[in-house]
């Protein structure tokens, strides 16, 4: 994976798990249809105003997040290709900057840091379990410690409340 220049720095996982109260199939769709994913991706106070998706090994994703006005309001996207895909189970996928047609940017041409990592490798786990819940795993691996890292962490978080609080 491209990551910074920094080719020897120690590396540190992304990692967060929650239990939704959810079926397993319901949590499954808010990551692979686009409608629900719009409902939650981003941030506390950022809204998803456009998303698609090409559920299938090789096929592309390209989800649109929306500051705040407060923030500048300016639409900034992600993108990536899935690598793996087990339906119920699990998600593998690239993830880094894009324009709106999924092309890859380089995080410094839009005043990221230097530990914003170019491209990152994302895994994503649903495990269902007792009572319809489904215990979620979200990795993005190969972060550089640092404050991105830290507001990465913070920023997944606050999209898996907004994905739980979606499917209340």
């Known amino acids: 994976m491209a990551g910074d220049t920094k080719q020897n720095s120690p590396k540190e996982d992304v ?27 981003g941030p506390k106070y ?3 105003p456009s998303c698609k998706i090409d559920l299938r090994e ?8 929306r500051a705040p ?6 639409d900034s996207y992600v993108s990536g290709i899935y690598q793996k895909i087990v339906p119920m189970e699990r998600l593998e996928f690239t993830q880094g900057l ?3 047609d999924g092309n890859r940017i380089d995080p410094l041409s839009v005043g990221m840091p230097p530990d914003f990592p170019k491209e990152f490798l994302t895994t994503i786990i649903f495990k269902k379990i007792k009572h319809d819940m489904t ?3 979200v990795i993005e691996h190969g972060w550089t410690p640092g404050h991105m890292y830290v507001y990465s962490l913070a920023g997944m978080h606050q999209c898996i409340d907004k994905l739980a609080e979606t499917l209340d």
């Open 98 to 100: 894009s324009d709106k």
């Open 135 to 137: 215990e979620l795993t």
């Open 15 to 41: 990692f967060v798990k929650r239990i939704i109260d959810a079926p397993v199939e319901l949590v499954w769709k808010s990551w692979t249809v686009p409608e629900m994913v719009m409902k939650w991706w």
């Open 46 to 48: 950022y809204t998803s």
């Open 58 to 65: 090789g096929g592309q994703y390209i989800f649109c997040m």
């Open 69 to 74: 006005k407060n923030q500048g309001g300016q």
